[in-house]
């Protein structure tokens, strides 16, 4: 693809981003798969919270995105409303 790029100059070739992982996130959604998925935590982990403040005065915590590794090398998107998740 033809495009601007990062540089901003027009007609340099610019290609889409693949993910780190190669791959889709995985989907968490009992605590155990996330006990397995961090039973050897990586030196570098980011996090990412969304919540739900639907007729509510106090947010919900709803969904944890974990990247795991220096380069974003597991993405973990965690569902913390399945029972016994937030412990």
């Known amino acids: 693809e033809v495009g601007v790029?990062?540089?901003?100059?027009?007609?340099?070739?610019?290609?889409p981003r693949q993910p780190h992982n190669g791959g889709m996130p995985h989907w968490i959604a009992t605590?155990?798969?996330?006990?397995?998925?961090l039973a050897s935590p990586?030196?570098?982990?980011?996090?990412?919270?969304?919540?739900i403040r639907e007729r509510t005065y106090w947010p919900h915590l709803a969904l944890v995105q974990i990247?795991?590794?220096?380069?974003d090398?597991?993405?973990?998107?965690?569902d913390a409303l399945v029972p016994g998740m937030p412990e």
């Open 5 to 15: 790029g990062s540089a901003g100059n027009l007609g340099e070739v610019v290609r």
């Open 31 to 37: 605590p155990d798969a996330l006990r397995a998925r």
């Open 42 to 51: 990586p030196a570098v982990v980011g996090l990412d919270t969304e919540f």
């Open 67 to 71: 990247a795991l590794g220096p380069a």
């Open 73 to 78: 090398e597991d993405i973990l998107l965690v």
